[in-house]
């Protein structure tokens, strides 16, 4: 049996692989290609259909109202679900919960397709409720890693180019005679092959080692009184970041769902490669700001840096957004510079804020933890607003109301950053009591 095994052909593929990823170049690129692909095809199951128009009235409100809010509360729900279900994931079952919940969104799309319209919003429901806790899966196989910034890094920059890529998807299918209704579905088709592969990689990629435990700390599962009791003694500078990611959840997810509509209301053509063509150039710059923080040893500096560039990116940001309001012209380049301002302290809380955080002060913790506290606060925010705001229900004057809330978000943000430079200081006596004395 033995010696049967041992001449199987599949033996040595797999130990060439092995082999191969105890390269850490071969490795770095196999991490950060693996994260990148899956969750950019996840968005391709998440947002193709706000490219249509979906303009059937229900209760006073268009359709695609109705859809973008039952999965915005999917998603709330699954991001709060994710809290308990992330933090206890363990390594073992990654994969598997990973294929299961892909699957679900695509069963919510066809059950969109076939049924009546104005049950639709069940379904989208379904889907949020699916696709909510993909980044936690799939950020855990990549954190607690010394190039986890590069790597994670790749993963963030996915959500802002497949944002706009898998919206020209949609609009493209539109446009080839898809009807609307069976678009989502035949998009989701498209992007499960790649998706497939993306996940495969991710299952491949090996434990940390131990230099990457020494270096990052080892990230564990943790119990409810363990999360409880972490929020409880790093509250104030948690809860500056917490704050900073709820208004820029809020305004980063009214610019991907009404990109259609904000660029209507600027004059400027919208044809479908438009939303790549922009997103494509605000996801090199913030990869290459992000990816950077890997050159930085230190722990308590690279958090610093981290902050330091978030808050450099909202005040440029806050400058677009006047800009913006004053219509001086070129507003495909102020919307980019938008874009890059409330998507680079996006991202670094994914790459770096907490992950640093957690290295420096060697904290029993894991960022999924964190991350889905934040996203958390975040969906349920920007829930909160579609359900209480009428103003997504009318096209008056839009332009007008996404500059308010864009100086008014990034304002917000602004000051949960500089009151979570606490982290900081707070880690350094941190640090102290866990020094020899």
């Not at 809010?69 to 363990?90: D, H």
């Not at 990116?313 to 102020?334: D, M």
């Amino acid at each position: 049996m033995d010696s049967a095994r041992s001449a199987s052909p599949e033996t040595p593929q797999r130990s060439a692989l092995d082999r191969a990823l105890a390269q850490p170049w071969f490795l770095a690129a196999w991490c950060t290609l693996a994260a990148f692909g899956t969750y950019a095809c996840m968005y391709g199951f998440r947002k193709p259909f706000t490219a249509g128009a979906f303009s059937a009235l229900y209760g006073g409100a268009a359709l695609k109202v109705w859809l973008i809010s039952a999965q915005v509360l999917g998603y709330t729900l699954s991001k709060l679900v994710g809290i308990r279900l992330i933090a206890e994931m363990t390594r073992a079952r990654r994969l598997r919960v990973l294929l299961a919940l892909i699957a679900g969104a695509e069963l919510a799309w066809l059950l969109l397709a076939l049924a009546p319209a104005e049950i639709g919003p069940l379904f989208l429901f379904q889907n949020g409720l699916c696709l909510g806790l993909v980044f936690g899966l799939v950020l855990g196989f990549v954190e607690g890693r010394r190039m986890t910034e590069l790597f994670v890094a790749g993963l963030c920059a996915s959500f802002i180019l497949a944002d706009g890529f898998t919206k020209s998807v949609g609009a493209w299918l539109l446009q080839i005679g898809i009807e609307e209704a069976w678009m989502p579905v035949s998009a989701g088709a498209l992007f499960a092959p790649p998706l497939l592969l993306g996940a495969w990689m991710l299952s491949r990629i090996p434990a940390p080692t131990m230099r990457d435990v020494a270096e990052r700390h080892e990230r564990v599962p943790l119990s409810r009184p363990e999360r409880w009791s972490l929020l409880r003694r790093h509250g104030l500078g948690l809860c500056g970041i917490f704050a900073a990611y709820l208004a820029i959840t809020i305004l980063r997810s009214v610019r991907a769902d009404y990109a259609p509509e904000l660029w209507r209301a600027l004059g400027v053509a919208a044809p479908p490669s438009i939303f790549t063509r922009s997103e494509f150039l605000i996801a090199l710059a913030v990869l290459g700001v992000s990816a950077s923080l890997v050159l930085i040893r230190d722990h308590r500096r690279a958090l610093a840096a981290a902050l330091g560039l978030s808050a450099t990116a909202l005040a440029l940001g806050l400058g677009a957004a006047a800009a913006l309001a004053a219509r001086p012209g070129g507003s495909f380049e102020w919307m980019v510079l938008l874009g890059f301002g409330l998507y680079t302290p996006y991202v670094l809380v994914h790459t770096s804020i907490f992950e640093r955080w957690i290295a420096l002060t060697r904290e029993r913790a894991n960022v999924g933890f964190l991350m889905y506290v934040a996203d958390t606060l975040g969906y349920a925010g920007y829930a909160a607003m579609m359900i209480a705001s009428g103003w997504l229900r009318s096209s008056d004057d839009f332009l007008g109301f996404f500059v308010a809330l864009a100086a008014s978000m990034l304002g917000a943000a602004l000051l949960g950053v500089l009151l979570s430079t606490q982290l900081v200081v707070r880690s350094g006596s941190a640090l102290a009591a866990l020094s020899p004395r």
